[in-house]
Structure formats: C-alpha cells, structure tokens
C-alpha cells in the first residue's frame, strides 16, 4: 500500500478578489513537482466565486471536467448550446474532448457560490464533447458513499465520464467505521475532506485534507466527528 498525505493548508492559493481558490494539485501560479498529479487526477480546486461574479468563455479539450457544488447556485452555458444551472445535490460533468468553449459564473449576486472543479485524463482522447448534470438526494449518502460520477458504460448510477473512475459522497455520522473496496484493480482513491474530521487506515484528516491511497483493494475510514467526504477512485496509470 502507497499513501500520499496532503495537508490543506499545504495547498496553492489564489484570491483575485472575486474569485477565491485553493489548489490541490499545481494549477496556473501555482507549481509544485510533487503535487503534479494523482494518477488521471489532474486538477482539484476549492473555488468560491463572488456574486454575480465568473469565469468567462474560455476553451478546454481532451479533458474531464467536474463540477460539484458546495453551495449556492453555479450557472453554465458552452457551444455545445447548453444552458444549465448546477446546485449542492447536483454534480456536472463535460467531457472536452475535440474542443468546447464554455462560461461559469455565480447566479446570485447576493452571495457566493462554492465548488469544488475536478479535472481527469480522460481515457479516449478526441471524442465528441458532451454535457451531463444530475440531481442526487443527500438522504442516500448518510452514513455510507453514494456513487456520482461513474464510467460511460457502467451501470453504476453516476454522471458518465470518459474514464474508468468513480466518485462517491458521504456523509458520516461520528463514530461510524466503514469500509470502501477500490472499483477497479489499478485504481487508487483520494479522499478529500469536505467537512469534519476522519480516520483513514489510522491517518488522521480534517476538513479540507486529503489523503491518496493506492496499491490496495480497499480502505478503511472512520468518522472522528459528522463528516462529509468525497472519494475520487481513479487509474493510476492512464
């Protein structure tokens, strides 16, 4: 077993006044060689955008691109015609792939919108682009982890992403003690804590640290205190 703790104040950050943004993993002004990337994990930012306040049109491609609100109301257009708004229980995903242009920006002006933005390799390069967004109920993830991003092919419940990854959300109440297996032989998880403080094969994380973990089939976490976590089950080569 490998693990790769990352501490939350050890992340890169960026406050441009109405944008701001922790990065896990080195993004724009921030590089470190040792927080490159997770496997297909690329980027994992912690964004809060102001009122009223967004990203405008920019491009991306050959790229899977998340996101998962935390708060507030997110609001998306891109070329593909789409026009959508994305809130906490919903979780986006656009596969870039041949090239797609789009904008983000925070629907309210009367206060900010939180989210976590989530980039992956992807696993076949130069596809069509798509758009995906799903409403999950939170009452489903209480005290154990409910997947929200899955492979394309799958069966598994989650938004489809181009990638033999998955992504789960709990919520777990202190004390409890439980076990995820890895989906897929290869893949690790980083476990991001969203909220609270937990436990994982005896590492100890709070809110907004991170621990990757490969080369085993399963973890362990136990909740410290109500928690709320978000495991990324990734390929590790890719």
């Known amino acids: 077993m490998k693990t790769i703790f990352h501490n ?4 890169g950050h960026a406050n441009h006044g109405w944008l701001n943004s922790y990065h896990s993993f080195s993004f724009a002004g921030f590089h470190d060689p040792n927080k490159i990337h997770f496997g297909a994990l690329r980027v994992l930012n912690d964004d809060t955008v102001s009122g009223g306040m967004g990203f405008g049109t920019h491009p991306h491609d050959n790229m899977e691109i998340i996101s998962i609100p935390l708060s507030g109301d997110l609001e998306h257009k ?3 015609g789409n026009t959508a708004i994305i809130k906490k229980g919903e979780v986006q995903i656009m ?3 041949t090239g797609i242009y789009h904008s983000e920006k925070n629907k309210n002006h009367g206060e900010a919108v939180k989210f976590l933005q989530i ?3 992807p696993k ?3 596809i069509e682009p798509r758009y995906d967004q799903q409403e999950f109920s939170i009452e489903e993830r209480k005290n154990k ?3 929200v991003v899955s492979p394309l092919e799958s069966n598994d419940g989650g938004v489809g992403i181009n990638q033999d990854a998955w992504f789960s959300l709990g919520n777990l109440d202190a004390g409890t003690d439980i076990s995820y297996a890895i989906k897929r032989q290869g893949n690790g998880v980083y476990a991001f804590v969203l909220e ?3 436990e994982i094969n005896g590492q100890k994380l709070g809110r907004r640290d991170a621990l990757g973990v490969s080369e085993t089939e399963a973890i362990q976490i136990k909740a410290s205190s109500d928690a709320e976590v978000l495991l990324m089950d990734i390929p590790m080569s890719f």
């Open 8 to 11: 939350a104040n050890e992340r």
């Open 78 to 80: 891109d070329s593909m």
């Open 95 to 97: 596969s870039a792939g």
């Open 119 to 121: 980039w992956v390799f």
């Open 124 to 126: 076949l390069k130069n």
């Open 145 to 147: 982890f409910q997947t």
């Open 196 to 198: 609270g403080e937990i």
